[in-house]
């Protein structure tokens, strides 16, 4: 029997690329996405005898009560990969720039959102052998993102969250692990600039004349591998295992890098 995975942000960015991956390894794909254009279009190249979808907005409890149901259905009950990928960075700048609205949505999303995906669908994977759940956190989980604050602070937050989890889900024999991807080609990188003349934190030219930009093509195959080596934090890239590296046992100098960085704009 082919193997189950649900993933939402699967209409575009990491979740597409990991949908088309693991179609094409004969898993069964269920996407989830508040995009449903997007999903149709994801659906359509993988091919609807493989693949499911359904619009989610990971912020409302009844659209996951749905998604789970819908998905449930098609894999009779089970899910051996829980890909929690959903995430926004909507806008970039320092904090008093950005609306406070703007702020609460990228918490509602990229942690409330994984949060809810959890108590969902944690039954499902309860109720299959050796079930995983992958969250989507970042290089930004381990290291200071000055004009992406908020956004940052939500991956610190999943990055406890797996933790945690990892522990207490033992029991259930479920590995709860996270892909922490340094910059990748995705819709993250069109943050809209809130401060004026500010070389912003996710902005894509300012970030390609500065360091690499990785494929999600890159990423959703270390997806893959994740769930072979079942490790709990999973950093892409050697620029981003480096820069974790330094963080952890050299965290005065990233610091004084990224105050040198953005200086004209926080100081």
């Known amino acids: 029997m082919n193997k189950n995975i649900f993933i939402t942000g699967a209409a575009s960015g990491i979740g597409k690329a990991t949908a088309l991956y693991f179609a094409k390894k004969g898993w069964n794909v269920g996407l989830f996405d508040i995009n449903e254009e997007g999903l149709k279009e994801v659906a359509n190249e993988i091919g609807h005898n493989s693949c499911m979808y359904k619009k989610l907005d990971v912020t409302n409890l009844e659209q996951w009560t749905d998604a789970v149901d819908a998905y449930s259905e098609y894999t009779n009950g089970t899910c051996n990969l829980f890909f929690n990928n959903a995430g926004i960075a909507a806008f970039t700048g320092r904090i008093e720039d950005i609306p406070i609205q703007e702020a609460h949505n990228v918490v509602n999303i990229n942690l409330n959102g994984v949060i809810n995906g959890v108590y969902k669908v944690l ?127 050299c965290p005065a100098i990233i610091r004084r890098m990224s105050r040198k960085m953005y200086a004209d704009y926080f100081s």
């Open 123 to 249: 039954p499902l994977l309860k109720e299959t052998d050796q079930s995983m759940i992958i969250n989507t956190g970042s290089v930004g989980s381990f290291l200071p993102v000055p004009g992406a604050s908020v956004y940052s602070a939500t991956k610190f937050a999943v990055r406890g969250l797996t933790e945690g989890l990892n522990i207490e889900f033992a029991k259930y024999g479920i590995k709860v692990s996270e892909l922490n991807p340094w910059f990748t080609e995705t819709p993250i990188l069109n943050a809209e600039q809130s401060t004026p003349l500010m070389a912003g934190a996710l902005q894509r030219d300012v970030i390609k004349s500065r360091s690499v930009i990785h494929t999600t093509d890159k990423v959703a195959k270390r997806v893959f591998k994740i769930y072979q080596r079942r490790g709990i934090h999973n950093v892409v890239g050697f620029t981003g295992n480096m820069a974790v590296f330094v963080m952890r046992y």
